[in-house]
């Protein structure tokens, strides 16, 4: 099991001295910016969530967690000036910026226990109508995992404050993703799961951030106590 951020490094099974340094860069990455400091537990929680109104189960949901943590460890590679701008990027800084993508991908496949995960953070910038990034994939070519984190990784960036934009409500981000869905760029089946989320559990995740166990099975918990099951 992936540690969750409050667990100690005694007595973890089946996590690698490796994959636990990749985990600690990966938060690394997220904690340099205080916009983002908390964007990869939600997105784990996000993640998870969707994982199960899906009927996934098991190694499915470990990678859908994981991938919540490591999605942007490629980030680590991209300069600050880029990174931290106030103001929107160039066409050339963008070109930079999307490279996180691969970048993670470097970062990640070395280590055998992280390939089921390296197809998510490769691909959740893919856009349904093939327009995304990195490999310009469409429809069902990308992988659904990637999808279904993809979702909540787009709520969570237009529903938090970032260095060159403010919040804005959830109400509109969901218009935002209505209005993407339409334009082709988002699988329809996946928005409707996330939508029948999202009252009652999406935004639920900074209650279950409280607590001091952020681990996989505690998340499991927690949404089966909210029912999520029942969404389906």
Known sequence: ???????SDEG???????????????????????????????????SVAMGMIA???GDGLMILYRGGYMHDIGK????????????KLTPEEWEVMRTHTTRGVEICRHLKSLAPVVPVIRHHHERWDGSGYP???AGEQIPL??????????????????????????????????????????????????FKLQKDVISMA??????????????QAALLRMQVKEYR
């Not at 900074?206 to 998340?219: H, K, P, T």
């Open 1 to 7: 099991m992936l540690p969750s951020p409050c667990e």
């Open 12 to 46: 973890i099974e089946g996590v690698s001295e490796s994959e636990m340094i990749l985990l600690a860069l990966a938060q690394a990455v997220e904690q340099r910016d205080l916009h983002t400091a908390t964007h990869c537990e939600r997105l784990a929680f996000f």
């Open 55 to 57: 009927g996934i189960e």
């Open 76 to 87: 680590v590679g991209i300069p600050d000036a880029i990174l931290f701008k106030q103001g």
């Open 135 to 137: 490999d310009g994939l």
């Open 145 to 194: 995992l990637a999808r279904l984190l993809q979702i909540g990784d787009i709520y969570d960036a237009l529903t938090t404050s970032r260095p060159y934009k403010e919040a804005i409500p959830p109400a509109k981000a969901l218009r935002i993703i209505r209005e993407e869905t339409a334009r082709g760029w988002r699988d329809p089946r996946v928005v409707e799961l996330f």
């Open 206 to 219: 900074g209650q279950f951030m409280l607590g001091s166990d952020r681990s996989l099975n505690a998340m």
